[in-house]
């Protein structure tokens, strides 16, 4: 079906692109080799691409109605202009664009550029650099108190209370008492400005702590120690083992003989394994330390950049003939924030401060608000328009007599409480609890919550986005299966696999030492006869033999095992060996290998630029020249290394890769390509093991073209690589290997519990793409059944469009992309592709750089407008934790920098089903009630306000005063009111069996206009109730109106709470007879305030009176008429349209 779809809404012009496409389509049915040029040609053809609109209409879409209305407005944005664009918003743009414009007047940003860094001489730099300091703080000691006052007063609710606080300095305008109105603002502002304080303060400290750590600097006069923070571009810093590098620098030396050194990268790139960095050959071969200053010489760096994988530079030494010139690239940079491994090492630093890649890669973090609160805001708007429109209709039945505006103003003040000053009292305290609630929870110990701000955000998530390594993955690494072709070998049967190597090692020893003259000769005319089929333990020997031999790993040990020179070095192997060797490598998929070569017997005792060293399990060393390395790279997806046997003089040419690329270099088989699909099947990393024996003339041919091809100046990549192809012909395939990379418990149903909740999951990693296929299928983010759309790496315009129509066929299949391709898609086509990932069930971005992991976390909130999660635990997903409208760190191996900056931090990735789904639901659910409760309560006594200025010939007479006002919103009902924090609806328990009850918050109908309609409407009935039934029934003794109101006012206030509560609690029905007694003692203490006198008659409230029989009847008879109503429709909506949960827990 989907093949007859037009794709392209011809015209005729495009036809001719139309048979190009079609020519790629079958070409790419059948696999790219060839026929890739044609895709390149597209490049000259972007006029066609005008004519081939991408399909975005909504007939392309084959989906059903709900999940179209999950589609991106982004159409929908343009602005509204005009008086409703300036109302709901446009003042705020206004400013911000004004801010703006003022902030780039006062400092016109810099522009970074190339330069040229002579060695340790700072002060013969042209340009000034940044300071080399760390600053995580909001704001300074001038900017605070204006900064966090600027945040409070953004909100209308906020700067309507200090415009009426304010009104009250005016003697015309003053209704009560100040502490009325000052009170309660006073207190938000002094409990949001101390929070800020201790937030701001312990940044401060951490920044502190990190610029004032002392490193080594060269000098002319030997060592001086400088603070972090003073270090100057042209410095030559000293960094020891297990030392930070303060900033980024080139590597000019190291204490390691063989001029290179390991420096771990997990804070910068999230990879845990170590980097291997070469020192710049000119000055590693100074005889001493002191020489750097005694040559001339200079460093040319390229500007400043984003990239962490790429640099380009030259090292000039101008006082040798001829001047050396060395090109520098990224194995010479040693970057800020990574960490010394092995060695120590001197660099001269390029970059300093902002500068530096580490502090590019991170965004500022920005004040996060939650939607709850924006909800509330606009209806504090929504509340203000009623405000006013009844000011006006009270001043419009007084007949605008006198000075009316005067009185609009008053009017304007007495009716203020509709807008409630406790609601951010009240929803800070409720927020507070939350937090403490989830720190609490003994079912995820060791959550800390650092942003009090937004608990309920966590209840509203469509979208969560998170890393692979050490959020997902424990990123430790397990050999699990050797394939041989004929025979399999699991984590059961490697015993086998080590009596064969005992045997067939032991038996060439002997063979060996009993003829050591002619042990060469037969071996040699073996690789040249006719093949044989060999038997399995001298396959298993090969194998193993190739895997020990073929990678990039090196073994570390403890100083104490190299205290002396070489020689001590060997015989300290062969005593210390296995407790003192660690091995490092660049992919822990190597090192998985390594060590279980070690364990079948084949150990890797040493290894240096030129030869490497093997123990077989009898204790004899094999030692190998490598004449050869081919690194690992993403393009190519294989690694290779051609070493000489030193024993017997044999060229072997060991290559291990993806089998994608594999299949074509090695001789034909018939088990490869079904193997390998069961291996990734259960979640295993594959790579397949080939070799190839070189005659001395094969390989002294190859080397010659080899370094010829190195020395070429233009396209010297595809030169280099088609003579390396050259050997990888009809190479022998020895075995298929098998690793795990094993998972963090239980992510696999914490995966599903999300994706039953609603969350849509995106994966979001720097690792390769093989490897973030493998863990979306083993953690199941991509269910079994589901088909995966891998996109194509992609360059240009035409190439994105061929590969988004592509994408757009399939259904219901999960997308796994690469961050060059997404950076292409996103040039050219940004909406369209992000319409169709939203359409995915998961979605897996690999290669992803830290700024292009939050760059796709504001393109969902920009294109869904929905709310977003970011999970991570390494110093690269800080960016993308501060992005998102809520980040979780994780604490990991990879630091604690990711749970630092997050607004949520935990212990492991199965915590995160909790903490939505009982948490994030329970404290959403709450605060909703409690933020339109605490607005019934306003509404309430404003209603009961305006009808009894209405019956006093619209009189601007507050009807109660000072201390009942105050008293009303605190003492008398806030803990009842309060105590909605402890409600639940459905039991923790029930909210994990039953993750859907999640998916009903993303809607955001626990707190909507219709909801809010319902508690006006339910204020406007009570408020009227009391207010005419207290005029009715008290006609004789109108004295007293004051105290029956009110009385009455407070228990149906009580007696609402009782409404709402969905799960009693102990601690509620305290809150509620307290707040009852608390009434009734005051009743004795304030009986100046219960009477009418400031109106008319002068009479004031005797005890005697509220003690009757007649007062206590009538005021239940007004609170009954209030309420009961309520509870019975409450009870028909229960049995005629009850909510979801409640059938959970009948």
Same mark, same amino acid.
């Given at each position: 079906?989907?093949?007859?779809?037009?794709?392209?809404?011809?015209?005729?012009?495009?036809?001719?692109?139309?048979?190009?496409?079609?020519?790629?389509?079958?070409?790419?049915?059948?696999?790219s080799g060839?026929?890739?040029?044609?895709?390149?040609?597209?490049?000259?053809?972007s006029?066609?691409?005008?004519?081939?609109?991408?399909?975005?209409s909504?007939?392309?879409?084959?989906?059903?109605?709900?999940?179209?209305?999950?589609?991106?407005?982004?159409?929908?944005?343009?602005?509204?202009?005009?008086?409703?664009?300036?109302?709901?918003g446009?003042?705020?743009?206004?400013?911000?664009?004004?801010?703006?414009?003022?902030?780039n007047?006062?400092?016109?940003?810099?522009?970074?550029?190339?330069?040229?860094?002579?060695?340790?001489?700072?002060?013969?730099?042209?340009?000034?650099?940044?300071?080399?300091?760390?600053?995580?703080?909001?704001?300074n000691?001038?900017?605070?108190?204006?900064?966090?006052?600027?945040?409070?007063?953004k909100?209308?609710?906020?700067?309507?209370?200090?415009?009426?606080s304010?009104?009250q300095?005016v003697?015309?305008l003053?209704?009560?008492?100040?502490?009325?109105?000052?009170?309660?603002?006073?207190?938000?502002?002094?409990?949001?400005?101390?929070?800020?304080?201790?937030?701001?303060?312990?940044?401060?400290?951490?920044?502190?702590e990190?610029?004032?750590?002392?490193?080594?600097?060269?000098?002319?006069?030997?060592?001086?120690?400088?603070?972090?923070?003073?270090?100057?571009?042209?410095?030559?810093?000293?960094?020891e083992?297990?030392?930070?590098?303060?900033?980024?620098?080139?590597?000019?030396?190291?204490?390691?003989? !063989?001029?290179?050194?390991?420096?771990?990268?997990?804070?910068?790139?999230?990879?845990?394994?170590?980097?291997?960095?070469?020192?710049?050959?000119?000055?590693?071969?100074?005889?001493?330390?002191?020489?750097?200053?005694s040559?001339?010489?200079?460093?040319?760096?390229?500007? @400043?950049?984003?990239?962490?994988?790429?640099?380009?530079?030259?090292?000039?030494?101008?006082?040798?003939?001829?001047?050396?010139?060395?090109?520098?690239?990224?194995?010479?940079?040693?970057?800020?924030?990574?960490?010394?491994?092995?060695?120590?090492?001197?660099?001269?630093?390029?970059?300093?401060?902002?500068?530096?890649?580490?502090? *590019?890669?991170?965004s500022?973090?920005?004040?996060?608000?939650?939607?709850l609160?924006?909800?509330?805001?606009?209806?504090?708007?929504?509340?203000?328009?009623?405000?006013?429109?009844?000011?006006?209709?009270?001043?419009?039945?007084?007949?605008?007599?006198?000075?009316?505006?005067?009185?609009?103003?008053?009017?304007?003040?007495?009716?203020?409480?509709?807008?409630?000053?406790?609601?951010?009292?009240?929803?800070?305290?409720?927020?507070?609890?939350?937090?403490?609630?989830?720190?609490?929870?003994?079912?995820?110990?060791?959550?800390v919550?650092?942003?009090?701000?937004? @608990?309920?955000?966590?209840?509203?998530?469509v979208?969560?986005l998170?890393?692979?390594?050490?959020?997902?993955?424990?990123n430790?690494?397990?050999f699990?299966? $050797?394939?041989?072709?004929?025979?399999?070998?699991?984590?059961?049967?490697?015993?086998?696999?080590?009596?064969?190597?005992?045997?067939?090692?032991?038996?060439?020893?002997?063979?060996?030492?009993g003829?050591?003259?002619?042990?060469?000769?037969?071996r040699?005319?073996?690789s040249?006869?006719?093949?044989?089929?060999?038997?399995?333990?001298?396959?298993?020997?090969?194998?193993?033999?190739?895997?020990?031999?073929?990678?990039?790993?090196? @073994?570390?040990?403890?100083?104490?095992?190299?205290?002396?020179?070489?020689?001590?070095?060997?015989?300290?192997?062969?005593?210390?060996?296995?407790?003192?060797?660690?091995?490092q490598?660049?992919?822990?998929?190597?090192?998985?290998?390594v060590?279980?070569?070690?364990?079948?017997?084949?150990?890797?005792?040493?290894r240096?630029?030129?030869?490497?060293?093997?123990?077989?399990?009898?204790?004899?060393?094999?030692?190998?020249?490598? $004449?050869? *390395?081919?690194p690992?790279?993403?393009?190519?997806?294989?690694?290779?290394?051609?070493?000489?046997?030193?024993?017997?003089?044999?060229?072997?040419?060991?290559?291990?890769?993806?089998?994608?690329?594999?299949?074509?270099?090695?001789?034909?088989?018939?088990?490869?390509?079904e193997?390998?699909g069961?291996?990734?099947?259960?979640?295993?990393?594959?790579?397949?093991?080939?070799?190839?024996?070189?005659?001395?003339?094969?390989?002294?041919?190859?080397?010659?073209?080899?370094?010829?091809?190195?020395?070429?100046l233009?396209?010297?990549?595809?030169?280099v690589a !088609?003579?390396?192809?050259?050997?990888?012909?009809?190479?022998?395939?020895?075995?298929?290997?098998?690793?795990?990379?094993?998972?963090?418990?239980?992510?696999?149903?914490?995966?599903?519990l999300?994706?039953?909740?609603?969350?849509?999951?995106?994966?979001?990693?720097?690792?390769?793409?093989?490897?973030?296929?493998?863990?979306?299928?083993?953690?199941?983010?991509v269910?079994?059944?589901?088909?995966?759309?891998?996109?194509?790496?992609?360059?240009?315009?035409?190439?994105?469009?061929?590969?988004?129509?592509?994408?757009?066929?399939?259904h219901?299949?999960?997308?796994v992309?690469?961050?060059?391709?997404?950076?292409?898609?996103?040039?050219?086509?940004?909406?369209?592709?992000?319409?169709?990932?939203?359409?995915?069930?998961?979605?897996?971005?690999?290669?992803?750089?830290?700024?292009q992991?939050?760059?796709?976390?504001?393109?969902?909130?920009?294109?869904?407008?929905?709310?977003?999660?970011?999970?991570?635990?390494?110093?690269?997903?800080?960016s993308?934790i501060?992005?998102?409208?809520?980040?979780?760190?994780?604490?990991?191996?990879?630091?604690?920098?990711?749970?630092?900056?997050?607004?949520?931090?935990?212990?492991?990735?199965?915590?995160?089903?909790?903490?939505?789904?009982?948490?994030?639901?329970?404290?959403?659910?709450?605060?909703?009630?409690?933020?339109?409760f605490v *607005?019934?309560?306003?509404?309430?006594?404003s209603?009961?306000?305006?009808?009894?200025?209405?019956?006093?010939?619209?009189?601007?007479?507050?009807?109660?005063?000072?201390?009942?006002?105050?008293?009303?919103?605190?003492?008398?009902?806030m803990?009842?009111?309060?105590?909605?924090?402890?409600?639940?609806?459905?039991?923790?328990?029930?909210? $994990?069996?039953?993750?859907?009850?999640?998916?009903?918050?993303?809607?955001?109908?626990?707190?909507?206009?219709?909801?809010?309609?319902?508690?006006?409407?339910?204020?406007?009935?009570?408020?009227?109730?009391?207010?005419?039934?207290?005029?009715?029934?008290?006609?004789?003794?109108?004295?007293?109106?004051?105290?029956?109101?009110?009385?009455?006012?407070?228990?149906?206030?009580?007696?609402?709470?009782?409404?709402?509560?969905?799960?009693?609690?102990?601690?509620?029905?305290?809150?509620?007879?307290?707040?009852?007694?608390?009434?009734?003692?005051?009743?004795?203490?304030?009986?100046?305030?219960?009477?009418?006198?400031?109106?008319?008659?002068?009479?004031?409230?005797?005890?005697?009176?509220?003690?009757? !029989?007649?007062?206590?009847?009538?005021?239940?008879?007004?609170?009954?008429?209030?309420?009961l109503p309520?509870y019975?429709?409450?009870?028909?909506k229960?049995?005629?349209?009850?909510?979801?949960y409640?059938?959970?827990?009948?």
């Amino acid at each position: 079906m989907a093949d007859q779809i037009p794709l392209y809404p011809v015209r005729s012009t495009a036809a001719s692109a139309n048979r190009k496409l079609a020519a790629y389509y079958s070409a790419a049915g059948r696999g790219s080799g060839a026929d890739r040029h044609s895709r390149y040609q597209l490049e000259d053809e972007s006029a066609h691409l005008d004519e081939m609109p991408l399909m975005m209409s909504e007939e392309g879409f084959e989906n059903d109605e709900n999940d179209y209305h999950t589609l991106p407005r982004a159409r929908m944005t343009q602005r509204k202009r005009g008086l409703e664009w300036l109302v709901c918003g446009g003042w705020k743009c206004l400013c911000t664009s004004c801010c703006d414009w003022l902030m780039n007047i006062c400092q016109t940003k810099k522009e970074l550029k190339a330069r040229t860094v002579w060695l340790g001489c700072p002060e013969k730099c042209e340009e000034k650099h940044p300071r080399n300091s760390i600053k995580n703080q909001k704001y300074n000691i001038f900017t605070f108190i204006p900064g966090v006052l600027y945040e409070q007063f953004k909100f209308f609710l906020n700067l309507y209370f200090l415009v009426v606080s304010c009104s009250q300095f005016v003697p015309a305008l003053k209704i009560g008492y100040l502490y009325t109105y000052w009170a309660p603002l006073g207190f938000v502002l002094a409990v949001t400005l101390t929070r800020e304080a201790i937030d701001e303060f312990r940044r401060f400290q951490r920044d502190k702590e990190m610029n004032s750590q002392l490193y080594s600097k060269l000098t002319v006069r030997g060592k001086v120690q400088v603070k972090s923070s003073d270090i100057q571009v042209g410095d030559l810093i000293i960094v020891e083992k297990n030392q930070r590098i303060p900033s980024d620098m080139v590597f000019l030396r190291t204490s390691e003989k !063989a001029g290179s050194c390991f420096i771990r990268t997990d804070q910068l790139d999230g990879e845990t394994d170590w980097k291997l960095k070469v020192a710049v050959s000119c000055t590693q071969r100074l005889p001493a330390l002191g020489d750097l200053f005694s040559i001339n010489a200079y460093v040319y760096a390229q500007k @400043p950049q984003l990239d962490i994988h790429s640099f380009e530079g030259t090292f000039t030494r101008e006082d040798s003939d001829p001047p050396i010139h060395e090109s520098l690239s990224i194995e010479n940079t040693l970057w800020a924030s990574t960490v010394v491994a092995s060695g120590t090492v001197i660099g001269v630093v390029i970059y300093t401060g902002k500068e530096t890649r580490s502090v *590019m890669n991170t965004s500022n973090p920005k004040n996060k608000v939650g939607l709850l609160d924006l909800e509330l805001n606009r209806l504090t708007k929504a509340l203000f328009v009623a405000l006013v429109a009844l000011s006006v209709v009270m001043v419009t039945l007084q007949g605008f007599v006198g000075p009316w505006y005067r009185n609009l103003f008053r009017f304007l003040l007495l009716f203020s409480y509709i807008i409630p000053v406790s609601l951010r009292v009240n929803l800070d305290m409720g927020k507070a609890a939350y937090g403490w609630m989830i720190m609490k929870d003994e079912n995820i110990p060791g959550t800390v919550v650092r942003t009090s701000t937004i @608990p309920e955000e966590l209840g509203r998530l469509v979208y969560l986005l998170t890393d692979k390594t050490g959020t997902l993955t424990q990123n430790e690494m397990i050999f699990k299966r $050797l394939h041989l072709g004929t025979v399999s070998y699991g984590t059961d049967t490697m015993d086998e696999i080590q009596s064969h190597i005992i045997n067939s090692y032991s038996q060439m020893h002997s063979q060996a030492s009993g003829n050591t003259t002619s042990s060469t000769l037969p071996r040699k005319a073996q690789s040249s006869a006719p093949k044989v089929r060999k038997s399995v333990s001298s396959r298993i020997h090969e194998a193993v033999k190739a895997i020990a031999l073929c990678h990039n790993v090196t @073994p570390v040990y403890e100083p104490r095992a190299s205290v002396g020179g070489e020689t001590e070095f060997a015989e300290a192997d062969q005593d210390l060996s296995d407790e003192n060797r660690t091995y490092q490598a660049s992919s822990p998929d190597e090192v998985a290998l390594v060590q279980w070569t070690e364990s079948v017997g084949l150990t890797l005792v040493s290894r240096d630029l030129t030869s490497m060293q093997l123990k077989t399990p009898s204790g004899h060393i094999l030692t190998y020249c490598i $004449l050869q *390395m081919f690194p690992f790279t993403s393009e190519s997806k294989r690694m290779g290394i051609i070493v000489r046997d030193e024993a017997t003089a044999e060229i072997t040419f060991y290559m291990k890769g993806a089998d994608i690329v594999m299949s074509t270099i090695v001789q034909y088989n018939d088990w490869l390509e079904e193997e390998c699909g069961n291996m990734a099947r259960e979640g295993l990393r594959t790579l397949v093991v080939a070799k190839r024996m070189l005659t001395e003339e094969q390989y002294q041919d190859f080397e010659s073209r080899y370094s010829q091809a190195k020395l070429s100046l233009h396209d010297r990549a595809l030169k280099v690589a !088609a003579v390396v192809e050259s050997l990888e012909r009809e190479m022998e395939l020895l075995c298929l290997t098998g690793v795990e990379d094993q998972l963090q418990a239980d992510v696999r149903p914490t995966l599903e519990l999300l994706r039953n909740a609603g969350v849509k999951i995106w994966m979001l990693t720097g690792d390769k793409l093989e490897t973030a296929t493998c863990i979306a299928k083993s953690s199941h983010l991509v269910s079994r059944t589901q088909d995966i759309h891998i996109f194509r790496p992609v360059t240009s315009r035409g190439e994105a469009h061929l590969e988004l129509n592509a994408f757009r066929r399939k259904h219901d299949c999960a997308l796994v992309i690469s961050g060059d391709s997404l950076e292409v898609c996103l040039r050219y086509y940004e909406h369209e592709f992000v319409e169709l990932a939203c359409q995915c069930p998961a979605v897996v971005c690999c290669r992803c750089s830290p700024t292009q992991k939050a760059h796709i976390v504001k393109l969902l909130q920009q294109h869904t407008g929905r709310r977003t999660c970011a999970i991570g635990d390494g110093g690269n997903d800080v960016s993308m934790i501060q992005a998102a409208d809520c980040g979780i760190g994780i604490e990991g191996k990879e630091g604690k920098q990711a749970s630092l900056a997050a607004d949520f931090s935990l212990t492991q990735f199965r915590h995160v089903g909790r903490l939505l789904v009982v948490h994030g639901r329970s404290s959403y659910k709450r605060s909703a009630a409690l933020g339109q409760f605490v *607005m019934h309560r306003g509404l309430i006594i404003s209603t009961m306000q305006a009808v009894f200025s209405s019956v006093f010939y619209f009189a601007s007479v507050p009807l109660y005063q000072g201390f009942l006002m105050v008293g009303y919103a605190t003492i008398y009902t806030m803990f009842p009111v309060f105590s909605l924090v402890l409600d639940q609806d459905v039991k923790p328990e029930m909210a $994990l069996l039953y993750p859907e009850l999640y998916k009903d918050l993303t809607k955001g109908r626990s707190l909507s206009f219709k909801t809010f309609l319902i508690w006006v409407l339910i204020s406007i009935y009570q408020g009227g109730v009391l207010m005419f039934g207290a005029l009715l029934l008290f006609e004789s003794e109108f004295v007293h109106v004051v105290a029956i109101s009110f009385t009455a006012l407070i228990l149906t206030e009580l007696l609402m709470v009782a409404l709402t509560v969905r799960t009693w609690h102990w601690l509620m029905v305290v809150a509620e007879f307290l707040s009852l007694g608390c009434y009734v003692a005051s009743l004795a203490f304030l009986s100046e305030y219960f009477g009418s006198g400031r109106v008319s008659f002068g009479a004031f409230l005797d005890v005697a009176f509220v003690t009757t !029989a007649t007062f206590l009847w009538k005021v239940s008879a007004i609170t009954l008429v209030s309420c009961l109503p309520l509870y019975v429709l409450k009870y028909l909506k229960r049995k005629l349209s009850p909510p979801s949960y409640s059938k959970l827990t009948s």
